[in-house]
């Protein structure tokens, strides 16, 4: 078996890796939108048209403001007294994530320092 072997067979299998994961990790928002409407409108604002909710729960948009994925995917993922358990698979949460995410405000871009081009090291004596 040749170098030139290996590094064929480590190609075709990143190809077919990268291949078959791509669709895995495109979340679906317009699934989310669905899902949202079907599971949590009963409680939360989950759309900008819906005027408001039956319950005293946190909006959709208000959730994705601080855009903290890993914690609302690991709330989602369990059951809560308040909450029916939905039993949602790891897609529909990310759809759910990604739908919240379009409600979320636009990030605001840090604002940047002024650059001094005038500088002149100090002088020595």
């Known amino acids: 078996m040749t170098h030139a072997f290996y590094a064929a067979t480590s190609s075709v299998l990143l190809s077919l890796t990268l291949a078959f994961a791509q669709p895995a990790l495109a979340a679906d928002?317009?699934?989310g939108d669905k899902l949202a409407k079907r599971w949590c409108a009963e409680?939360?604002?989950?759309?900008?048209?819906?005027p408001r909710a039956q319950a005293d729960a946190p909006s959709f948009a208000s959730i994705s403001a601080g855009r903290r994925i890993p914690e609302i995917a690991s709330f989602l993922r369990q059951s809560h007294p308040q909450m029916p358990d939905m039993n949602l698979s790891r897609d529909e949460i990310a759809d759910l994530i990604a739908y919240m995410h379009t409600l979320a405000p636009p990030i605001e871009p840090a604002p940047s320092s002024p650059v001094k081009d005038d500088y002149k090291p100090p002088s020595r004596g």
């Open 43 to 50: 409680c939360h604002v989950v759309s900008e048209g819906q």
């Open 29 to 31: 928002a317009a699934n």
